[in-house]
């Protein structure tokens, strides 16, 4: 490796250290999952190179050739400048240094983005939350190629491309920068990291703590979220202080969760890697690694995430953020085995120190199973505001129960108070929707949120709870809803054969106190376990009460007479009924109503207790719905009509 | 192994013979497959040794009880009959003498099945079809344990149940036994298979060349099919002679001739070892074994079976008939080392010489790949009435086509002319609905063919092909269509960057000939394979027509405007179209109508030449569908009215 100047020999110390790139060459050919995933690598940097740098003059939405050729440049320059640390080939170096040239000729003379829908608008991307990510990234192949630069080369960069970023993202943009939101965890992060590399101590303080004294105008984002709250706090460790519970819990749910979770887990490895006195993992009693650890516990069988609030299906810890997440915590953790064997499933690992001691670990048959166990994981900076329940049937992962009793989610949150989805052997049998979105497809809305997002996806009818006069919880109004959140009552999993989670619910409908408890039950006279759903409710007043459940599946048979709709209309006007087709209607004389249907191959039976004059409604996702933007899904709804409950109230 | 009596040294030699369980027993423990395959066997059968006999009086339909207990039995039996052969353990044919003795004990005084459903009820099963199933396997078991049951115990047991169930399922129900059909294949198999265990002569040309000088009242079938033909030939030879063409192809579609494909192979085996003059592998040239071929090229990416005429998707060659049919074409034909590739994918083998020749030489590394063509396999006795044809993107498998130009499949045929579907690796993209049936779940009519297969699947509207006057061809009238066939205009491979399949169909409708020519093009313009679909149509009057693409996946975007339905009628009164929501409307004033969906992460799109005035429908399957029958799946509906094109007639 040739070291063309000696101004600094204090690089790479970001990511990649110095003893961590000597490591790793003296291991290269001996750690089958590192030299995999070198290979793979080099392999995707390589085709890079060959078709030559393009920094576009951004104009594209999410999904769009800008928009697209920039989070290639960006991935393709960190992976470059690992490669030049590992390889020690200098056209890794050249090839980071040469598009590095490109961006620093035009980043000060771009406007912001021509899109204007972002609250935040960056200046490469659409979102300035976009343009941190490139900043994330990039700040580690700049750390790499460091020394390789000449001192006129890094005053350059640093004086046209990434002190002018880290003001733009930062003091230019405090209505992403200054928030407790992932938007801002990316914001602060960027700028911390680039000011690790560039050892500026005014970006390290404001990545750290914010900007001080700032006084913005109240306003909401585009997902609705509060963008200021008087005598906030702000910078990376508000943002791991207050959106994250004591047991690791983000309260945006697990979809952000993954996605917040490399900002934060980068992060502490430089900031342990350039500033160990911060102590980053050690922070609020280490509860980054316990982030990871609760990440994972909330994945179904296949390592998908729970589809609590806005979340895209299908996103699983094989994302690569998780293989960061999981081989940082692996490192800097107790290097716990079971963790190792999530690394071997993903596959690959992160190509600096940590991944060298999974990689090795896993090649020394360190590894144990990650049992996934019943959990429950509190909400709330201080974990008091209520929680999110897992049962876990013995048989692993046979029947897995995710019980919603927690905060509202900041701006990412649904109106679902104790609301629940029901997983079999990986396959989600009793949906949570998740999100109305199309991310990076840009004929979607540009990859962002749709309309249908607020009007289905967030209403309390789209989801597995009850709803008091079509109505939804909170009124569907964020204020109110952000200042309550769910009590837990029970949660008891000592009996592995009776597993109870049980919560209550008494501001979502003022006048009406909701408490549900669920049972997860292994009894003899059933080969599967069966799930026990008790839905309380003491009102103060007659009300109609719907309790959905979104089966996914075909209609096997029913125990009850139902009559399918000759005309199908919608099944309301608001709150989310507007999006559902009312496809028929039934009643059960025998005071139950049991619906079979089939998923996968398996058949389940959802039996409810009704009288005679409760209505069981037979719907289907889709109305309203004028460019196809949701899924023509299933459900039946148990609806009570001008029913009131006289039981005490607690 | 003791031979407890030695008035017959010949047994077994039906499927297994005294040379082949020499040639195993020499093999055990060396060839990796079959020993799987029998340890797994060994596994099943010891279970259900343990688990003890049960032999209920029948009462269940498809699904029940009794029905699965009775399928069950005989599996068991035939495999306990082999491990036997193979292990020499007496349990196992003690196990199979006993369950013998409980049937022969009942056999007689068995009434026709309560389940009153079937044209040709059994004694055992609600059809005699599944009667013939047990009676095919038990004489695979039979003859195994033949040579360890004293003379009186053969005396028994062909005088109480063998000799009155070949007797029953062919002279008492002749309905059933006497037709061209798959049923009657496996009447006649279930005759022959017991009369050559039984060395009798009669049973053996009843088998062979059906019930002589029979006279018939017409009738239909439950599926509607004729019954009764008059001058038809009957028993195994006419039905391997008739409903085969010379390329193999079944005509009643790949469903069913996965069905038929075991009793044809597993008896054409038998007469080869039995009375091998009979020559049953070169008979029609070979059909059989071409037959076998022919299956395995009517297959997608994952090896399920097209969806043409009444099938149930998702049917593949993994299932256990073509297990047998692999290992028999194997070592009877020519030893294709493309025949090996499959059965390792199968992951097991047939107990018998064939499995162990298949496995040997998979073993030894002979495997090679079973590289699925562009192919056209015509229809008929003779090829002559039409063709299905497939075409096959070079980059293998990327792209797949089927069309269907064929004659009417019999009793299982689908009023289909020239319709086609479309899968691209693996996945179906633009579907065939297949069939309206859960097979062997007995909430759904017993598992028998739901009403909804008559007046939804089989009509043409449920299919991508062309609809005159929402009529479906031949007024979905079987006779009219069973008359008529498509012919094949043009079935060109050659140059793999344009493959061209073209047919015409001039009988659908009077007055009114229908030309259909699809291309499937590969273009340096595109990254992958595009497929040209040519519509033509001359008639004599001005008519509505109707070409329905039912893509699978969700809408992403259209080139042209369409309005959503606030409220959903059916988009007609019969001929399936009762069956289908009218979502939506739009119209293109540019020419062109493009419609783009999204199916498994891949974007596919439709892109029709339109006037404006075409009508661009939104549907989806569901309407009149009392209790679920039916899958909500989507579909796009170019609709041409008063339409009448004047080109010449040819």
Redo the contacts between chains.
């Keep these: 490796m040739l070291v063309q100047n000696g101004f600094s020999q204090d690089h790479p110390n970001l990511i990649l250290t110095k003893q961590g790139v000597k490591d790793i060459k003296s291991q290269l050919g001996k750690v089958p999952l590192f030299d995999a995933t070198l290979a793979q690598v080099k392999a995707d940097v390589d085709a890079q190179i060959l078709e030559g740098i393009d920094v576009p003059i951004p104009k594209d939405m999410a999904g769009g050739y800008t928009h697209t050729r920039h989070k290639l440049n960006y991935l393709t320059m960190q992976e470059a400048g690992v490669l030049y640390q590992i390889l020690g080939d200098e056209k890794y170096a050249i090839y980071v240094r040469d598009m590095l040239n490109e961006y620093a000729k035009i980043y000060k003379g771009l406007p912001r983005h021509p899109q204007e829908r972002s609250y935040a608008r960056g200046k490469l991307f659409w979102q300035a939350l976009n343009d941190s990510n490139w900043l994330v990234y990039t700040s580690q192949a700049y750390d790499c190629i460091y020394t390789f630069l000449s001192k006129k080369e890094v005053k350059y960069l640093e004086k046209e491309l990434f002190k002018p970023m880290a003001d733009f993202l930062s003091i230019d943009t405090p209505q992403f920068f200054n928030r407790i939101h992932n938007h801002s965890t990316w914001g602060n992060v960027a700028v911390g990291m680039i000011g690790l590399v560039m050892d500026d101590d005014v970006l390290i303080d404001r990545a750290l703590y914010g900007i001080k004294g700032l006084k913005l105008d109240a306003g909401k984002d585009n997902d609705g979220g509060d963008i200021f709250v008087e005598g906030q706090k702000a910078g990376f460790l508000a943002n791991l202080e207050e959106p994250f519970s004591p047991d690791g819990y983000y309260t945006e749910g697990p979809y952000y969760q993954r996605y917040a979770m490399y900002p934060f887990m980068i992060f502490a490895e430089a900031l342990q890697n350039v500033r160990p006195e911060t102590k980053p993992f050690e922070y609020k009693n280490g509860v980054l690694l316990k982030g990871v650890d609760a990440l994972l516990n909330l994945t179904d069988k296949n390592g998908d995430f729970f589809a609590l609030n806005d979340s895209q299906k299908g996103m699983s810890y094989y994302s690569g953020s998780l293989v960061s997440a999981v081989d940082i915590a692996y490192f800097y953790g107790k290097k716990d085995p079971a963790l190792l064997s999530i690394a071997k499933e993903q596959g690959r690992v992160q190509l600096d120190q940590t991944g060298l001691a999974v990689a090795m670990d896993i090649r020394d048959g360190k590894a144990k199973p990650f049992d996934k166990k019943s959990i429950l994981l509190t909400d709330g900076a201080k974990g008091d505001e209520g929680a999110v329940g897992i049962l876990r049937s013995t048989k692993q992962d046979a029947l897995t129960l995710v019980m919603k009793n927690a905060a509202q989610g900041l701006s990412h949150g649904h109106y679902d108070k104790l609301s629940y989805s029901l997983f079999h052997e990986g396959n989600e049998v009793l949906q949570d929707y998740g999100l109305a979105r199309?991310v990076n497809?840009e004929?979607?809305n540009g990859g962002g949120y749709l309309k249908e997002n607020k009007t289905w996806a967030k209403q309390t009818i789209a989801h597995n709870t009850i709803i008091q006069d079509e109505t939804s919880h909170f009124n569907g109004d964020y204020d109110t809803g952000s200042k309550h959140h769910s009590d837990m009552y029970v949660f008891n999993v000592e009996n592995p054969d009776i597993q109870i989670v049980s919560a209550k619910e008494k501001n979502a409908y003022p006048g009406t106190l909701l408490q549900r408890t669920m049972v997860m039950l292994n009894h003899s006279d059933f080969e599967q376990p069966v799930v026990l759903d008790l839905m309380q409710v003491n009102s103060d007043k007659k009300h109609q009460f719907d309790l959905p459940f979104y089966y996914l599946g075909?209609?096997?048979?029913t125990n009850f007479d139902y009559?399918?709709e000759?005309?199908?209309?919608?099944l309301g006007k608001s709150h989310g009924y507007q999006h559902l087709?009312k496809?028929g209607e039934g009643t059960s004389t025998s005071g139950d109503a049991a619906l079979?249907f089939?998923n996968n191959n398996t058949f389940y039976t959802i039996t409810t207790t009704v009288s005679d004059k409760d209505h069981l409604i037979f719907g289907?996702i889709?109305a309203?719905?004028?460019?196809?933007n949701l899924?023509?899904d299933?459900v039946l709804i148990v609806r009570k009509i001008q029913t009131q409950l006289y039981l005490p109230r607690s």
Tied chains: 1, 2.
Excluded: A
């Design positions: 199309f497809i004929q979607k075909q209609v096997i048979s009559k399918k000759e005309t199908l209309h919608t087709w496809e079979t089939r289907r889709g309203n719905d004028p460019e196809y899924r023509p299933p």
